[in-house]
C-alpha cells in the first residue's frame, strides 16, 4: 500500500517520501535585490536535513516587479541563480528533491512585509506600479484588504497585450535560471490572488485582448507559460503547477473548482504538468472560507485529482499538522502528495518525526550527525 514514506516518482525523478515543504516567503532580502541570503539557505537546507521529500523554495520573482515585498527572492539574473546553487546542491547532498516555485504577484505586490502591516508602497517607498490584467477591477487597497474610494490608478497599471507576452518569456529565463542552478523540480504559482490567479479569474480579469473573456482566454496565460516552462525544463524533471481552486466567492462570477478541475485536466493531458497543488482563495476581500481546519482544501484536491486521472499527480494542502493525518491523506488516495507549510516552520524535522510516529524509521534516518540524540 502507498504511504507516506513511499517514494513518489515523477517523470526520471525520485523523492524520498510524500512530505513537501509547501513555499512561503520569507521577506528576507534586506537589500531588496531579490538574491538569496543565509537566511533563505538556513531555511531551506534544515528542512531538507529534518526529511521533507520535497523542498520548495518561496515564490520567487521572475522579474522585479513581481515581488509581494521589496524583500522577496528573484530570480532576474545569474546572480540570484548563483545565490541558489548552495541551496540545491545542500539538498542533494542530503537527499531531499529541491524545487522552486515561480512566480509574478501582479496587483497584489508592491507591499511592505507583514510585520510591517503589509502596507501599500509607492514608487517612492521602494515599491513599483503593480502590473494587473485589470486595474479597474482592482478598488480596494492591496495592504489590508480593505475597500477603499482611492483610486489605485497610481500604483496599479494594467498590462498591455505586448507586456503580457513578454511575461511568458520572463518565466522561461527564469526558468532556466532555476535548472541551471540544479532545481530538480519546477512550480508555477497561479494561485493566491497574484498575477496568473488574477487573469484566471472572471472577477479581476476584464481583458478585451486574447488573455481575457472566454474560459480559453483566461487560461490562455497560464497554459503558456506552463508550456514554456516545460519546454525548458529537462526532460526528466518534473513541473507543477499551484491553483487556487476556488476564489470562495460564490454569490458572483468567479474561478470554480469545476474551472480548475477542467483547466489542470488539459494540462496533464497534454503532459504539460506532472503535478497539480491544489489550494485555495487570495483572490478578493469577499471571499468566504466556511473553515480553515484541518484538511479544508483535501477535497479540493480529490476533485482535481478525479478530473486528471492518471495524466498527472496531485498535491493536497492547507491544515495538514500531525504525521496521521498526512499519511491517511496518502494512503487513502485523497492525493499523492502532503504538502505542509506551518508545521514546517514549527517543526523542521516534521518527516523525521513523522517517520517514527508512523513506525517508518526504516523509511527515513536521522542523519548521522544527529543519530545519538534518537
Ligand atoms: C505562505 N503561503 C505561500 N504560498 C505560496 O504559494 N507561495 C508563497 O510564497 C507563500 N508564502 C507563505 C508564507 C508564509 C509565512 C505562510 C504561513 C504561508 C501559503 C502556504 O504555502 C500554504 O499554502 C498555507 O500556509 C497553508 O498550508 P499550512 O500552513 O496550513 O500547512
Redesign the pocket.
Known amino acids: 500500500m502507498t504511504d507516506l514514506f513511499s517514494d513518489l516518482e515523477m517523470r526520471g525523478t525520485t523523492a524520498r517520501n510524500r512530505v513537501m515543504v ?5 521577506y528576507s532580502c534586506p537589500d531588496r535585490d531579490g538574491v538569496a541570503t543565509e537566511w533563505h539557505r538556513q531555511h531551506l537546507e534544515s528542512r531538507a536535513v529534518g526529511g521533507a521529500g520535497i523542498v520548495m523554495t ?2 520567487t520573482a521572475v522579474r522585479p516587479d513581481g515581488r ?1 515585498s521589496p524583500q522577496d527572492l528573484g530570480l532576474w539574473s545569474d546572480a540570484h541563480a548563483d545565490a541558489l546553487r548552495p541551496i540545491t546542491e545542500f539538498c542533494e547532498e542530503y537527499g531531499a528533491l529541491s524545487a522552486i ?1 515561480l ?1 509574478h504577484a501582479g496587483h497584489k505586490g508592491s507591499k511592505r512585509p ?1 510585520w510591517d502591516d503589509s502596507e501599500p508602497l509607492g514608487p517612492d517607498g521602494h515599491g513599483w506600479i503593480a502590473p494587473s490584467p485589470s486595474a479597474d477591477a482592482y478598488p480596494w487597497r492591496a495592504g489590508d484588504d480593505e475597500r477603499s474610494d482611492e483610486p489605485n490608478a497610481k500604483r496599479v497599471e494594467t498590462m498591455s497585450t505586448s507586456d503580457v507576452e513578454a511575461l511568458v518569456e520572463d518565466f522561461a529565463r527564469a526558468a532556466e535560471r532555476a535548472r541551471d542552478a540544479g532545481f530538480d523540480v519546477a512550480e508555477v ?1 497561479a ?2 490572488g497574484y498575477l496568473l490567479h488574477e487573469f484566471l479569474s472572471p472577477v479581476t480579469n476584464r481583458r478585451e485582448d486574447r488573455y481575457g473573456g472566454s474560459f480559453d482566454a483566461r487560461t490562455r496565460l497560464v497554459r503558456e507559460v506552463c508550456e514554456r516552462v516545460r519546454d525548458v525544463w529537462p526532460d526528466d524533471q518534473a513541473v507543477f503547477v ?1 491553483f487556487s481552486a476556488t476564489d470562495w466567492l460564490d454569490d458572483r462570477e468567479s474561478w470554480t473548482v469545476d474551472d480548475t478541475a477542467a483547466l489542470a485536466a488539459d494540462l496533464a493531458s497534454d503532459g504539460v504538468v506532472d503535478l497539480v ?1 491544489v ?1 485555495s482563495g487570495g483572490l478578493h476581500p469577499d471571499q468566504s472560507i466556511p473553515s ?1 481546519g484541518a484538511n479544508y ?1 483535501v477535497p479540493y484536491a480529490e476533485r482535481v485529482g478525479d478530473a486528471v486521472g492518471d495524466d498527472a499527480l496531485v498535491g493536497a ?5 500531525t504525521p496521521e493525518q498526512a499519511d491517511a491523506i496518502v494512503r487513502n488516495d485523497r492525493a499523492d502528495l502532503a ?7 514549527r517543526d523542521p524535522y516534521f518527516a523525521l518525526h513523522a517517520a517514527e510516529a508512523l513506525d517508518r524509521e526504516d523509511a527515513l534516518e536521522w542523519p548521522r550527525q544527529y543519530r545519538r540524540a534518537v
Open positions: 509547501s513555499p512561503m516567503c520569507q518561496e515564490a509581494i516555485q512566480a507583514p504559482h494561485a493566491h499551484r497543488d489550494s480553515t482544501q494542502v492547507g491544515g495538514i499538522t504538502i505542509v507549510g506551518r508545521q514546517h516552520l
